[in-house]
């Protein structure tokens, strides 16, 4: 398969994912929306083994593992951010539900940042010891 | 680190997509490289002074920054 062919069959499915996504709101079926992500997904990865060009060599992977590191540290410090102050608005003792509601919700994303931090940290040890120590 | 594979490529009459296929890379990357905004690994670096059967030494010409003691 061409380079060109396989970003054009990413496009589509992309698109796909989409108007089924916005089909899956409108007649209430999450497990439409789900299945066809999952899906899509493996489509695109089974596509991308039968490139016959190259897409991907180490200056892309080093170009993909600067970005991860900086899209997680962006992340961190956003979400940390974002739940703290969710967190303090929701945790007035006058405050309506509504902003108590803002308040559990803030939780939830200090706990989905810590998360992160404990994947990072357990995958760190693990590449580590990967790479010799 | 600068290099010669511009000068090596124009050499064997190669094009940068001709070197890329036979290197297994990207166009991108033989380009990046020849500009001196990219250093390969040691393997890559390796694979391409073996490729036009030269030495890495002749390939790539190592500058020391200013900072770091020789």
């Given amino acids: ?133 | 680190m600068k290099n010669r594979l511009k000068v090596l490529r124009a050499m064997h009459d190669l094009t940068q997509e001709h070197l890329a296929n036979d290197l297994g890379v990207t166009r991108q990357t033989i380009l990046a490289i020849e500009k001196g905004k990219y250093d390969p690994s040691l393997e890559l670096a390796f694979r391409i002074s073996r490729y036009f059967h030269t030495t890495i030494e002749e390939t790539f010409i190592y500058e020391v920054p200013d900072e770091i003691p020789p």
């Fill in chain 1, 1 to 133: 398969m061409k380079k060109a062919v396989f970003y054009f069959l990413t496009f589509a499915i992309i698109l796909l994912e989409f108007v089924l996504f916005g089909w899956a709101v409108r007649v209430r079926a999450p497990l439409l929306s789900v299945a066809s992500l999952v899906l899509g997904i493996a489509v695109i990865y089974i596509a991308r083994m039968y490139v016959d060009e190259v897409i991907e060599d180490e200056r892309t992977q080093k170009i993909q593992e600067r970005t991860a590191m900086t899209t997680l540290q962006v992340t961190w410090v956003a979400l940390l951010v974002f739940s703290v102050w969710m967190i303090i608005e929701g945790a007035g003792i006058r405050a309506p539900p509504e902003i108590r509601r803002l308040g559990i919700f803030g939780f939830g994303l200090l706990l989905t940042d810590i998360a992160m931090v404990v994947v990072f940290v357990l995958l760190s040890f693990y590449y580590r010891k990967q790479y010799g120590e």
